[in-house]
């Protein structure tokens, strides 16, 4: 699943993104015209060609040749997506909900590893587009970036020269194919059919409850599904755990829903609707 950070300028999202890119090698059979890493800056002035490819006239051959755009990689930072159109927008969406680009009426299959980091500032969000729930839906979690403490930025601005040098002798720790045959276990995890309860009823009461106006999707429901079998192959296991749907439920569920006007906190309301029916699951264990 994709991931959408709400971040701070220089907070090291391009330079944690471009690591992630150099991590994984390329197969040996994989088709060329895949990147390992694309960045995209997003602009209101953008046009879906810029983001999908575009088709160039070849005066030798007579005939269209597709140039690849920047989505045609592993994984694709989309930095400050909500500043760009709704055009734009929608195009991008296609991408990350088909895993496609269709382009004068032709189809190009993405990557399966294809992956998306979106950015976007909680702060300056003049002249932005805010994206919409169906777009929001699309990312399996929004994760809030903090400034670090203060011993942590000492060792990066002293030690900022070495950390950039470092990055350079990167090497790759796995190959594109180990990626999807981790995403192969992760769906073989069990969940257990109390879990399941839980999180239907998670989601339902979010469609219900007066502290939101627009509650959790169906998808929503086989996202967070899908987070906590990944949660349980980190830790080790091939079984989930009721402490793994307490650890993703705000960064799978916060994105999708939307607080009532008189709530000033909206992950607080989230657990506020959540908690029963977390205690009733670990009563029931």
Not at 239 to 268: C, F, G, M, N
Request: hydrophobic share 40%.
């Amino acid at each position: 699943g994709h991931v959408l950070l709400e971040d701070y300028p220089g907070s090291g999202k391009t330079l944690l993104t471009k690591t992630l890119g150099k991590l994984i090698k390329k197969d040996d059979d994989e088709d060329p015209m895949i990147a390992p890493f694309k960045r995209i800056q997003f602009t209101p002035d953008m046009l879906p060609n810029d983001v999908l490819g575009v088709n160039v006239f070849d005066a030798k051959s007579s005939t269209f040749r597709f140039v690849p755009g920047p989505v045609f990689a592993h994984i694709v930072l989309a930095d400050e997506l909500n500043r760009t159109g709704p055009k734009v927008q929608a195009a991008f969406l296609e991408c990350m909900a088909e895993k496609q680009v269709t382009l004068d009426n032709v189809t190009y299959k993405l990557d399966p590893l294809f992956f998306v980091v979106g950015t976007q500032n909680p702060l300056d969000l003049a002249g932005t587009y805010p994206l919409p729930l169906v777009q929001l839906d699309r990312f399996l979690f929004k994760v809030p970036m903090s400034y670090v403490d203060k011993e942590t930025e000492i060792n990066i601005v002293a030690n900022h020269n070495e950390i950039m040098d470092s990055f350079e002798d990167i090497a790759p720790v796995c190959k594109r194919s180990d990626i999807l045959k981790a995403r192969e276990a992760v769906r073989s995890v069990t969940v257990s059919k109390r879990i399941i309860e839980t999180i239907v009823d998670i989601v339902q009461a979010t469609r219900t409850s007066p502290l939101l106006r627009i509650g959790a999707s169906t998808r929503a429901a086989i996202m967070l599904q899908q987070a906590i079998r990944a949660k349980a192959v980190v830790e080790g296991r091939d079984y989930a755990e009721e402490d793994d749907l307490k650890s993703v439920l705000p960064y799978t569920l916060s994105h999708r829903i939307k607080a009532s006007s008189s709530v000033t906190d909206p992950e607080e309301a989230l657990w506020e609707i959540a908690t029963p029916y977390i205690e009733k699951l670990i009563r029931a264990v």
